[in-house]
Every structure is written in C-alpha cells, then in structure tokens.
C-alpha cells in the first residue's frame, strides 16, 4: 500500500514538473512551440474606416447571421449595395495593399481566415465570391464607367476611397 | 436546463455608453462625417417589370456576335478552357444558314428567361428560380450541381462549372459544383433599373442603333414594347410555349 502511494506520488511530482516549463515560458513562445495557449487573432482595423457597419461585439457574434440573411435579400430580391453586403466586408477589410499585394483566403492573414483558423470554423464563401478587393484595383481613373461598372454594390465612399488610392 | 444561445449582444458597459454618447455629440458638431456609406442610388427589385432583350439580327455581324460573347466573358469573368463541352458558356454564337439563298445569320444564343421555365420545374431544391422581375437565375448558395436543369433547358443555356476557380469578380460569384447561365446582367439592373444596358447589348449598340434592345415586356410604353408591337418578335423554340423574354427580329 505504502509502496502505491509513493509510486503515485512520485508520477504525480514528474506530472508536475513535466508541466512547470509550460508554465514558465511566455504565452508568445507557448505559441511558437505549438502548445499552450494560441494567441487571440487581433486583424488591423481598416486604416480608413471610422467604424463596422455594427459594434464589434455584434459583429463578432453575428456576422454570419447577417450574411447569411443578406445572401438570400441579395439573390432573390435584388437587394445589393447593403448595409451586411459580403462585398462591402471585403472591400472595407480586405482591399489591396499599397504595393498591389493582394492578400488570399489561403494566406493566414487574410481578415476572415485569422480568427477562423483561431475558431476552427471552415467557411466555403471564398470558392466562389471573390476573397479580395481586386477588380478595383485594376481600373484607372480615367475610365470611369468601367469604374462604376466593377464598383456595382459599394458604396461611393469606398470608390471614392479607391480612387484615391489608385493616384 | 442549457441556457438559450444568445442571440442579442451583451449590454454596454457604462464606458461604451460613454462613447456611444461622445459619437452622438461628434455627429452633431459635423454631420455626415460618421456616416459609414452614402449609398449609391439601387433601383432594386421591380416586382412589376418583366425584364426581356430584343435582338436584332440583321443589325448584328458576326464579329457583333463575338463582341458579345467578349464582353459578357469579361463582365462575369468566365473564359472558354479548352473548347470542351464542359466549358462554361453563359452565352454562344449561334449561325444559321439559309441553304436555298446562302444567307448566312448569327446570333448570340443565352438563357432567354422563359415565364414558364422547364430549369425551375425540374430543380429539386429550388436552387433554379424566377426572380419576381422575371430573371431566370440560378441561387447557388442551394445548387447541388445535379444537372437537371441543363437536360430540362431546350436552349442549351446552362453550363456546369467543373474545376476550382480563382479569382472570380465581385458582381459574379462563381464556383465548382454548381450551374449557372446568363444572369441578364442582373446586378446592373438592380443598379439602374429601366435604364440598365447589359453587356452584350453594351457591346453592340452604337449611338442610337440598338441590335441588342433591353427593356420591360410588361410597360407597353416601354421601347422593346413598341418595337415588339410595330416589328414583331420570334419566339425560339414557340411551340414549346415557354414564352421566353429574349426575342429575335430578322430569323
């Protein structure tokens, strides 16, 4: 009996000092060595953007919610250029950067798959809608009609915001 | 008992009150600053039009009906692969040959959003629908990719999309597994309504000559209307009584 208990004692100390480095190290460094704890997804803010359509919280919780009802508005009833437009999400996180580097779903980074990956949530959105803001960036100012032909549905800040990006 | 998921967001805090408060008094001092879109003018939905093109092919040469294929693989961003039979085509050059005369006729061959459409009949999750403007679309969100409804469409109208896809445009989401077809250009018409032009007629008219004519079947003062009631329309394919929305003047 007494022999169990300090065998068991002696797995519980190893137990404890098998998890002591964990402890210690930084949560950074927990990350790198793919364990502990992941570090919560923070994608930058649009640098142009006063605020979302709805508070952050909102959105966080219910943002699949509202696309989902949007998709179908959308589809079945015209209703384009609104406020919960898959578009405008792309277009408003996701445009392409200053250099023209467009960032994928593919690429961790991207604002939709950081804090998918981080939920483990697999969307198919991407497979068919475009996961980036790259018609627009093509277009120069001077043909404005193709302009306004490739910025059905958004709204005339962003284009106007592109435009001016695009000088 | 599991507590119901919940569906409203969490009461603001007494800081978020504050800022919620110091947001109001920002919009007072300058209004429109905040406003996170003006919103360009959407005509949307008109549940009273049924939207229709009138093609006219003696006004449209070959190169004309190329030009349309052009511009409609541009404006949705589908390209022909390989030639291959599975290959997305929303929208065909169909030539017709007069044998007696040699006569030759071209016309560019798409979904002709027929009021009674066989696709919808045989789709079994609704995925192949009518708009309530009278715009034969495909809602892939609910497409299975079974097919039926190219068997079912005598115009050989919709294509399946066999690969994976990138870099499709925003106004047309496209993707593997699913059916698609001519969307008559849908997102410019919820944009401008009466006055949207899409592209193959785009491509096409010059000035006032209009070989491709967009309007509403249903406004008997509208242009296609008039034209329709002094010229006449062919109906493809009449004796199937499908009253499709595209007529052709000049087969």
């Not at chain 1, 208990?5 to 137990?15: D, E, G, K, P, Y």
């Not at chain 2, 919009?27 to 360009?40: C, D, M, R």
């Not at chain 2, 798409?110 to 919808?120: A, F, R, T, Y």
Request: charged share 25%.
């Amino acid at each position: 009996m007494r022999i169990w208990i300090s065998i068991s004692r002696s797995i519980a100390l190893l137990l404890l000092l098998g998890t002591m480095p964990a402890g210690m190290l930084s949560a950074a460094d927990a990350a790198a060595s793919g364990f502990g704890k992941i570090a919560i997804p923070k994608p930058p803010k649009p640098a142009d953007a006063e605020h979302c359509v709805e508070p952050v919280a909102v959105m966080r919780r219910d943002h699949m919610k509202f696309l989902t009802h949007q998709r179908d508005a959308t589809v079945i009833d015209g209703e384009r250029n609104a406020k919960y437009s898959l578009v405008g999400c792309i277009d408003c996180h996701n445009p392409a950067s200053a250099s023209g580097e467009i960032i994928r779903y593919e690429n961790p980074q991207h604002f939709c798959a950081e804090c998918h990956a981080y939920a483990s949530v697999k969307i198919d959105c991407f497979e068919c809608h475009a996961d980036r803001g790259l018609e627009r960036q093509r277009q120069s100012k001077s043909d404005a009609a193709a302009w306004d032909r490739a910025g059905a549905g958004l709204s005339v800040t962003t284009l106007r915001r592109r435009l001016e990006a695009a000088e | 008992m599991k507590s119901e998921p919940q569906l409203h967001p969490p009461q603001p805090s007494r800081r978020d009150f504050l800022k919620g408060a110091a947001a109001v008094a920002t919009t007072l001092v300058a209004p429109g600053i905040l406003l996170y879109k003006t919103g360009q003018a959407a005509t949307g939905l008109n549940r009273q039009a049924r939207w229709g093109l009138l093609i006219d092919t003696n006004a449209l040469s070959e190169a004309d009906v190329d030009a349309c294929v052009t511009a409609c693989q541009r404006e949705h961003g589908w390209r022909v692969q390989d030639g291959s039979e599975t290959d997305a085509q929303w929208v065909r050059k169909v030539t017709l040959e007069d044998r007696a005369s040699g006569h030759r006729s071209f016309l560019p061959m798409m979904c002709q959003h027929c009021e009674s459409p066989p696709c919808v009949d045989v789709c079994p999750t609704g995925a192949s629908f009518k708009r309530a403007d009278g715009i034969v679309l495909v809602n892939k969100h609910t497409c299975i990719g079974c097919r039926y409804c190219m068997m079912a469409c005598p115009y050989k109208a919709r294509s399946f999309i066999h690969e994976n896809l990138k870099d499709q445009l925003a106004v047309a989401p496209r993707g593997k597994g699913t059916v698609e077809s001519c969307t008559l250009c849908v997102h410019r018409i919820d944009r401008d309504g009466a006055n949207a032009v899409p592209a193959c007629a785009e491509a096409v008219n010059r000035g006032d000559s209009k070989a491709i004519l967009f309007g509403d079947l249903n406004d008997p003062q509208s242009e296609i209307s008039r034209r329709l009631r002094q010229l006449g329309g062919t109906r493809i394919r009449a004796d199937l009584g499908l009253n499709p929305g595209v007529r052709y003047q000049g087969l």
